[in-house]
């Protein structure tokens, strides 16, 4: 049986993750939206912050499964823009878990380890209690309340550290080696960088999946933003200049979790499981090397 699924968002890392292992699947038709101008990959404008527009779409189209890649995560100005950051990361999913109820439709959602306080030593689970300390952890919890309230069939995909087409913290660390030999990393931040195509291979295995409630899926292993940057210099064999620093010489407006590690166990007794973040950091890496070719 054929099934649509909806994309919000498709053109951001994930989306197109999610694009390059389902676009040749023939019992799926992916109907991809995107807040910018269309074009043929992404054929249809969809702001989600509009509650109308959104309900419409979904009713016309009818699609089985919606994910919700679109967010504001740019963590530092949702400090300085609250309203925004509240309309796009708690109306916005508010609106489609609405228009998924009315045609019956599976809301796929995607959320993030700041709706933790990151004051744990060992790895957050589904069950454990939330305590954002940003602006953007406290919208994307938010999102998640809402979604919860609403649906019945849903699926929400806490992740972390993110990392995929266009702006991430590997192409940040190899355009610095470029531009100057000194770099200095955070040492004291411990969590789990997870490619946007593991992800997007989360998603794929959940889609056949019934069960409905909140999954962890972060790469296998734990590691520190300094050690990270360390594994990205190697793989790319870039001299540098590395030097970790504590939290506080990084200063930024939003708060950072100490530790943003996720335990994954949920999914692992489902049978799906995540690649180590060394092995995914070097198939990201590789399919970049070869786009340059």
């Known amino acids: 049986m054929e099934r649509r699924i909806l994309i919000t968002g498709a053109n951001g890392q994930l989306g197109l993750a999610i694009n390059q292992l389902l676009s040749e699947r023939e019992d799926i038709t992916l109907i991809n939206t995107c807040l910018s101008e269309s074009s043929a990959y992404c054929p249809i ?63 796929i959602h995607i959320s993030t380890d700041y709706v933790f306080s990151g004051e744990k030593t060992e790895p957050y689970t589904e069950e454990d209690d939330t305590e954002p300390q940003s602006v953007y952890g406290s919208t994307k919890l938010a999102g998640e309340e809402f979604i919860k309230s609403i649906c019945d069939n849903y699926q929400i995909v806490r992740t972390a550290w993110l990392y995929g087409e266009g702006k991430n913290f590997v192409r940040t660390m190899l355009r610095l080696a470029e531009e100057k030999k000194d770099i200095k990393v955070v040492s004291d931040q411990y969590g789990c960088p997870t490619s946007a195509l593991e992800l997007a291979r989360v998603l794929v295995f959940l889609i056949d999946k019934e069960e409905s409630g909140i999954f962890h899926a972060v790469c296998e292993g734990v590691t520190t933003w300094y050690e990270f940057a360390k594994e990205i ?28 590690v996720l335990d994954t166990g949920k999914l692992n007794a489902m049978g799906c499981h995540l690649k180590h973040w060394k092995d995914a950091l070097k198939e990201y890496m590789d399919g970049l090397a070869a786009s340059e070719l």
Do not use: W
């Open 45 to 107: 404008k969809l702001d989600i912050t509009n509650p109308m527009g959104v309900m419409n779409l979904v009713q016309e189209l009818s699609p089985q499964i919606i994910i919700n890649c679109a967010a504001h995560t740019q963590v530092d100005l949702c400090e300085s823009d609250q309203e925004k950051a509240y309309t796009i990361n708690a109306l916005g999913p508010k609106y489609l878990a609405e228009a998924a109820k009315a045609v019956e439709a599976r809301l």
């Open 233 to 260: 210099f190697r793989l790319a064999e870039k001299e540098v200049n590395l030097s970790p620093i504590p939290t506080e010489e990084y200063r930024v407006a939003a708060k950072r979790p100490a530790y943003s």
